[in-house]
């Protein structure tokens, strides 16, 4: 029997099994921090005299073996018949312990509980995120710097335009996931608020001290208004899932011009063969499947916050089960995008750089500007040296200059980087997440003494 269903009345399974989609599937993600969710809510319970000491005690204690004995050690199941994570915990404490489990559900919903779920989850997944993409950025500024020197063609409108660097190329990755990880920061802080106590999106006529949740799970504030509360479930998604698709077009972009340079009529990479893979028909080819694929999964992150969007943008104030469909993909998406940067930084480890990819004659022109440049250092105005260098251009007489690169000197050119700013900027933003915070906090529910909570 369902936790929700009265007198007995079984539902059809046909329709059981549309409405519940992937949940029992999908819920084991969640397991965790259900669990984290309940402790918090049965303290808070015993706070307001809906418990006594004797049965919270009985429920922590329990609480903490499913989560350190069943949980961390992947032996957490969901039974068949159980419709989701938090029906399942309940069903446990009931078996376990009789009566006194069927206590912790006074003053929630199923409709505040998946949000509090959700949003631990959320932190829980940003954490991981912020270190691989901080990880990510460093080997890329590591990259700038040992090619620093070595000059590639810049383009626009995909002709030949300036000269670059791969110095220049692996920084300018690197400062896009900076903004990309501001980004992530605006939705933690958006998603690191308390919709505990929101209930069914009405709140409850039970004194809940919501602060006391709040403080008790780490959240930097409350979801004050409790229908609010409620209308957070899909916009919370769709704003984690903009600053997740933002770092998922970085790297998309990149894969692209990696594609673009693995091909014959760039050349300026390559990478070992056991990296690329060939054709059933064409023997000396060498494909970037690797970087197609990453390029490819990036872009289907990039659609998600559409999906969302389209998912819940009509929907009235309160629950609706649309938001079922939206977990089966959200969820996934943290762990998809963790993968695509994982490879990313296992293949640019492998990377070869050709060297002295600018001597051949059709990338002269590159150095038109340096000659333009020269000329009114001389005395030209830029006009009249614009001109000048066109014509030349027109008739065959121009000639390149290249010791003028690397008098670039001005805040990001190829020859001031300025990587050590770009750093100091990573480092300010991730300074601004209380990861250590929320670690102490769970460890405490998990691990500490009741009386001390």
């Known amino acids: 029997m369902k936790i929700w269903e009265k007198n007995n009345i079984i539902k059809n399974k046909e329709i059981e099994d549309f409405t519940s989609g992937k949940d029992s599937e999908l819920d084991i993600l969640l397991a965790p921090h259900d669990v984290i969710g309940t402790i918090a809510h049965v303290i808070m319970l015993e706070n307001i005299g809906l418990l006594n000491k004797k049965d919270l005690e009985v429920l922590i204690q329990e609480l903490r073996n499913i989560y350190i004995n069943e949980i961390l050690t992947n032996h957490f199941i969901i039974n068949e018949g159980i419709e989701d994570i938090h029906s399942q915990i309940e069903f446990l404490l009931t078996d376990r312990l009789g009566e006194v489990g069927k ?35 460093d080997f890329l500024l590591e990259l700038s710097e040992q090619y620093k020197n070595v000059l590639v063609p810049g383009y626009t409108h995909y002709q030949i335009a300036m000269p670059s660097s791969f110095g220049l190329w692996f920084a300018a990755y690197a400062e896009s996931l900076i903004d990309d990880m501001l980004l992530i920061r605006t939705a933690y802080r958006i998603t690191n608020k308390n919709p505990l106590g929101s209930a069914a999106g009405y709140g409850s006529s039970f004194p809940l001290n919501r602060k006391m949740t709040t403080e008790l799970l780490g959240f930097e504030n409350l979801n004050y208004n409790v229908v609010y509360a409620q209308m957070g479930r899909g916009k919370m998604e769709r704003i ?39 054709s059933s028909i064409m023997p000396h080819k060498k494909n970037p499947d690797v970087f197609e694929i990453i390029r490819a999964k990036c872009n289907r992150i990039s659609s998600l916050p559409n999906e969302i969007s389209l998912i819940s943008s009509n929907l009235c104030s309160g629950y609706h089960r649309d938001f079922q469909i939206i977990k089966e993909r959200f969820l996934p998406v943290f762990d998809e995008l963790k993968k695509c940067f994982s490879i990313f930084r296992y293949m640019l480890n492998n990377i070869i750089v050709k060297n002295d990819i600018l001597k051949e004659d059709k990338y002269h022109y590159l150095f038109s500007v340096e000659v333009v440049n020269k000329l009114v250092k001389e005395g030209y105005s830029f006009r009249e040296a614009y001109q000048k260098v066109g014509l030349d251009i027109q008739n065959g007489s121009f000639k390149p200059l290249t010791k003028e690169i690397f008098s670039h000197s ?3 050119s190829i020859g001031n980087l300025c990587n050590q700013k770009i750093r100091k900027m990573m480092q300010d933003v991730i ?17 500490g003494k009741i009386h001390l909570i």
């Open 431 to 447: 300074k601004e997440f209380d990861f250590e915070k929320i670690d102490k906090v769970i460890e405490r529910l998990i691990y």
């Open 410 to 412: 001005h805040e990001g």
């Open 240 to 278: 984690v899932t903009e600053s997740l698709s933002s770092c998922a077009r970085t790297l998309s972009k990149m894969a692209q011009d990696i594609c673009l340079y693995l091909s014959q009529n760039f050349n300026f990479i390559s990478f070992p063969d056991h990296l690329t893979t060939g």
């Open 103 to 137: 206590k912790i559900h006074s003053g929630r919903s199923r409709n505040d509980q998946i949000l509090v779920d959700l949003k631990l989850f959320v932190r829980e997944k940003i954490k991981e995120i912020v270190f691989i993409i901080s990880s990510f950025f």
